[in-house]
């Protein structure tokens, strides 16, 4: 299998190293913008790539929606295989070029769109064939985990924390997506659709770590919780449920062993029970070794992730009911439904009572509209 590569920075760099020494695999041509393409075998003509016969696979590692998506198109539409890490687009079209490859008879994999070297999609692909999945849910962020790690670990403020996750790598210059919880988002919702065969579209709910501090993290320290980012998917009625938000865990819980930038994601099957799968989710050489993995799986016949009849719905989250504990002024305090208080004066602390959480994010919006700071987790288990 000849491959071509869409993309020369981190991923790609690493996706064309390996295909050097992979069985089976030919590395083909690198798409370079123009004026880069200082080795022989970089092009800066996308034609030279979608228009050569003997190009069998595509790999896109351009990022963003265009031009990504555009290329996807040409190379299915050009009858070749296309493999992509890029969860944005993949959530944005992936119904639209998952439809063109069944057309085309081509592969579309993006396994490598969650968990990075994690063999998460790969893995809920394959039991979604034979089992019925009921959840996922997981860790699926490495930055947002490092950064929670090192305030809990050693102390770090949040400020900290992300300068030392930007200055390893692991968070960009621009951190909004990882610290507000949108890459989890997206992930989950990739999940969604390969487990359930819906993809969410509006309706999903997405809670960060901006709002966590050294004094949230010194409080649950001494409650003996660990908190983490949980991305988080369910079959309900009709639809799915999907949300991103903080979840505090016993430390006795795995999640609570989740360290520095690794990712853990599960997935519940009717027959198979709870998976566990654990590892690197970003980086060069863990993501690029899942687009080999998939460009493998494309070579043994795979040729789609989402199921068949996958659609698109609304997300319904009125059945994700949870405590959640909640640090915000005294005031604001008063506007939530309160089972107990934790610790009272000018900043509260406490626990709701169980609510869904459509209404927790929905109060968290207002309060946080009307000026005042808050914090707030779900609790898996009571602590009070």
């Given at each position: 299998?000849?491959?071509?590569?869409?993309?020369?920075?981190?991923?790609?760099?690493?996706?064309?190293?390996?295909?050097?020494d992979a069985p089976g695999m030919e590395a083909g041509p690198v798409l370079v913008r123009p004026g880069k393409a200082v080795e022989s075998f970089m092009v800066s003509d996308a034609a030279l790539i979608f228009g050569d016969p003997t190009v069998d696979a595509v790999v896109e590692t351009?990022?963003?929606?265009?031009?990504?998506?555009?290329?996807?198109?040409?190379?299915?539409?050009?009858?070749?295989?296309?493999?992509?890490?890029?969860k944005a687009m993949v959530a944005a079209h992936g119904l639209e070029l998952a439809a063109l490859a069944r057309e085309k008879g081509t592969a579309f994999l993006?396994?490598?769109?969650?968990?990075?070297?994690?063999?998460?999609?790969h893995n809920l692909a394959l039991s979604a064939e034979t089992d019925r999945i009921e959840a996922v849910s997981g860790i699926l962020n490495g930055t947002t985990n490092y950064m929670l790690d090192a305030m809990q670990r050693r102390a770090l403020s949040y400020a900290d924390a992300l300068r030392e996750a930007q200055s390893l790598g692991y968070a960009e210059a621009?951190?909004?997506?990882?610290?507000?919880?949108?890459?989890?988002?997206?992930?989950?919702?990739?999940?969604?659709?390969?487990?359930?065969?819906?993809?969410?579209?509006?309706?999903?709910?997405?809670?960060?770590?901006?709002?966590?501090?050294?004094a949230d993290t010194a409080d649950i320290r001494s409650r003996g919780l660990v908190c983490r980012l949980?991305?988080?998917?369910?079959?309900?009625?009709?639809?799915?449920?999907?949300?991103?938000?903080?979840?505090?865990?016993?430390?006795?819980a795995a999640e609570s062993s989740v360290f520095v930038n690794n990712n853990m994601a599960r997935y519940m099957g009717r027959r198979c029970g709870s998976i566990v799968l654990m590892g690197q989710g970003a980086g060069r050489f863990p993501t690029a070794s899942a687009v080999l993995r998939d460009l493998a799986a494309a070579r043994q016949g795979a040729r789609a992730m989402f199921p068949e009849n996958c659609r698109s719905a609304e997300a319904d989250n009125r059945e994700a009911v949870h405590s959640y504990y909640i640090r915000t002024g005294g005031s604001a305090?008063?506007?939530l439904p309160l089972r107990s208080v934790l610790a009272q004066g000018d900043v509260v602390r406490a626990v709701t009572e169980p609510m869904s959480a459509g209404k927790m994010h929905a109060l968290a919006q207002n309060?946080?509209?009307?000026?005042?700071d808050l914090f707030f987790a779900a609790l898996e288990e009571e602590i009070c």
């Open positions: 299998m000849k491959v071509a590569v869409l993309g020369y920075g981190t991923v790609g760099a690493g996706v064309y190293r390996m295909l050097l351009l990022g963003g929606l265009d031009p990504a998506y555009s290329c996807g198109l040409r190379a299915l539409e050009a009858g070749k295989h296309f493999i992509t890490a890029n993006f396994s490598a769109a969650c968990g990075g070297g994690v063999p998460f999609l621009d951190p909004t997506a990882d610290v507000s919880g949108l890459d989890a988002l997206r992930k989950i919702q990739l999940a969604c659709a390969v487990a359930f065969g819906i993809l969410p579209h509006d309706g999903m709910l997405c809670e960060g770590i901006e709002h966590f501090t050294a949980i991305a988080s998917g369910r079959r309900t009625e009709n639809a799915v449920s999907a949300y991103v938000e903080p979840v505090l865990f016993p430390r006795a305090a008063c506007r309060i946080r509209r009307d000026g005042n």
